[in-house]
């Protein structure tokens, strides 16, 4: 049997306006998904899991066929799935299953996989299961750390600022990430003149606060600027807005939606104010985790 894992992640900038080529800066967060494969006897792949995946299996079911083609091989596999964070939250659960799953489907069956193929074919199972995707999810998660994406050029660069204090806060509620994608989409085409300023003055404000990042200064205005912006393009919801006000509130320096939003999770930047602001996403009715960056990406636990 192996097991892999792979960190969940939060986007601090750029979602959905990254999907038309604008940059993103995403983080990876100390909550994994972990992915456990051993062969069967016969040819079937069996799933099973703690928790309802979004959708079922397919991301899974897709990194085993796709890990299969590209190494030449293939074999019946139980994959058993646990995961520190929920699913379908905007958290990252998709990705993180899929490049945890190439990699333990990989290393059992004695194939090299390296970062970079790792990256790409999860980002290839993303696009096989939900259309559209932009590399973000998939380049964070296999990577971990902080990452400055720049699509098109296939830009992925780290960012070293790896102690950022955030407190996500869940909303109970399963965002469908295509859907939201295809909300912007409908939303640009009947507005072009209107939105599509919208999503280029996203990207501007990224690269704004990749520059602040690496100069070690306050992000969380920005961030602010961010949530704005998302609401304009109609991603946003009731419970969103509560929680990012009362994350503000709580002294949080900037919140914001986190992911495609529609439900989901927002984040907020809390220098010194993590556990004030955990305390009012929870009274607000949110699910809290305090999460830091993690560093490490995808990686086998045991063999
Ligand atoms: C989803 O985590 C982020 C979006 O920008 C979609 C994508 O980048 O594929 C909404």
Request: hydrophobic share 40%.
């Amino acid at each position: 049997m192996v097991t892999a894992s792979a960190p969940g992640k939060v986007i601090l900038f750029g979602e959905h306006a990254v999907v038309y080529g604008e940059p993103a800066i995403a983080a990876a967060i100390n909550r994994r998904i972990y992915v456990s494969v051993e062969k069967r006897s016969d040819d079937e792949i069996s799933v099973t899991s703690g928790h309802a995946l979004k959708g079922g299996y397919p991301y899974v079911t897709a990194a085993v066929e796709l890990t299969f083609e590209f190494l030449g091989r293939c074999c019946g596999l139980d994959v058993k799935v646990d995961s520190e964070f929920p699913p379908a939250s905007g958290l990252g659960s998709s990705a993180a299953v899929s490049v945890a799953t190439i990699l333990a489907t990989a290393s059992l069956l004695g194939g090299d996989v390296g970062k970079k193929d790792l990256a790409r074919l999860g980002h290839q199972v993303e696009r096989r299961v939900q259309g559209a995707a932009s590399i973000t999810d998939s380049s964070v998660t296999t990577f971990g750390g902080v990452l400055f994406i720049k699509p098109g050029l296939e830009v992925v660069e780290r960012i070293d600022s790896e102690s950022l204090p955030l407190v996500v806060g869940y909303t109970g509620v399963g965002g469908s990430t295509k859907e939201q994608v295809e909300k912007v989409r409908v939303l640009r085409e009947s507005y072009p003149d209107v939105v599509g300023p919208i999503i280029h003055t996203i990207g501007r404000l990224t690269l704004t606060a990749k520059k602040v990042l690496q100069e070690g200064g306050e992000i969380g205005g920005l961030m602010n600027i961010n949530h704005g912006l998302l609401e304009s393009l109609g991603v946003g919801t009731d419970l969103l807005s509560k929680y990012v006000y009362a994350a503000r509130d709580a002294g949080a320096a900037g919140a914001k939606i986190t992911g495609a939003g529609g439900g989901g999770c927002m984040v907020a930047y809390a220098p010194g104010r993590q556990d004030e602001v955990a305390r009012a996403l929870s009274d607000a009715g949110g699910l809290a985790m305090k999460v830091s960056v993690e560093g490490q990406g995808v990686r086998v636990e045991r063999k």
